[in-house]
């Protein structure tokens, strides 16, 4: 079991930066998927960023390119989610998430599998 906790959000004026972070403990598996998704006031849950802890290769929502960073302090535990020239748009819950690979599976799963471990969320607001 893995268990997640995130923290750093709060509310900032467009343009603003904030840090988003999220402390993992129990069995954090080498080869797993981390990620950030952010679900907005009745809108479906969406993927920001994605990453394969195995060789750090990522994936960003096209939305969030170029303004968003995800990063891991392997030693640790903790995964970071960068965020500048927030937009409005941006305004969200915001959950970190992981999942476990199977031997055969690598990077490409972090982009199509659903992730099976899941933080409590943390409330991010931009205002205009």
């Known amino acids: 079991q893995v268990q997640l906790v995130e923290s750093g959000g709060g509310s900032v004026q467009a343009g603003g930066s904030l840090r988003l972070s999220c402390a993992a403990s129990?069995?954090?598996?080498?080869?797993?998927?981390m990620g950030w998704f952010r679900q907005g006031p009745g809108k479906e849950r969406e993927a920001v960023a994605r990453?394969?802890?195995?060789?750090?290769?990522?994936y960003y929502a096209d939305s969030v390119k170029g303004r968003f960073t995800i990063s891991q302090d392997n030693a640790k535990n903790t995964l970071t989610l960068q965020m500048n020239s927030l937009k409005p748009e941006d305004t969200a819950m915001y959950y970190c998430?992981?999942?476990?690979?199977?031997?055969?599976?690598?990077?490409?799963?972090?982009?199509?599998?659903?992730?099976?471990?899941w933080g409590q969320g943390t409330q991010v607001t931009v205002s205009s």
């Open positions: 998430a992981a999942l476990r690979l199977r031997m055969d599976e690598g990077s490409t799963t972090c982009r199509i599998r659903n992730y099976n471990y």
């Open positions: 990453m394969y802890t195995g060789d750090g290769t990522t």
């Open positions: 129990g069995d954090t598996y080498s080869r797993r998927c």
